[in-house]
């Protein structure tokens, strides 16, 4: 089972940006695709982003065009470039490995990011 460590979470003003990290052990080519989700106090897990092995990306419309999501191969990571960060971005974040019927296999341990107004 690929193991995951999310990492680049903190806090950050209206309309700045960040940086998650999603480093996969022992590859992050054992899945099929990675993804991100992300919850909010309250609120159910919802997804955000997905990238493919063949590097396909696909998004939330929450947060298309200001989110965008990559992977290193050589790196064993995948990133999630937050841009124009708005209050309602406010969760904790999770990567996960998924398959081809979109079934989660393991979730990293999650990271806050908090969007202050």
């Known amino acids: 089972q690929v193991q995951l460590v999310e990492s680049g979470g903190g806090l950050v003003q209206f309309g700045g940006s960040l940086r998650l990290s999603c480093y996969a052990t022992p590859s992050i080519n054992n899945a099929y695709a990675m993804g991100w989700y992300r919850q909010a106090p309250g609120k159910q897990r919802e997804w955000v982003a997905r990238i493919t092995r063949q590097a396909i990306t696909n998004y939330a419309d929450a947060v298309k065009g200001r989110f965008t999501i990559s992977r290193d191969n050589a790196k064993n990571t995948v990133y999630l470039q937050m841009d124009s960060l708005k209050p309602e971005d406010t969760a904790v974040y999770y990567c996960?490995?998924?398959?081809?019927?979109?079934?989660?296999?393991?979730w990293g341990q999650g990271i806050q990011v908090t969007v202050s107004s």
């Open positions: 996960n490995t998924e398959n081809i019927f979109r079934n989660a296999l393991s």
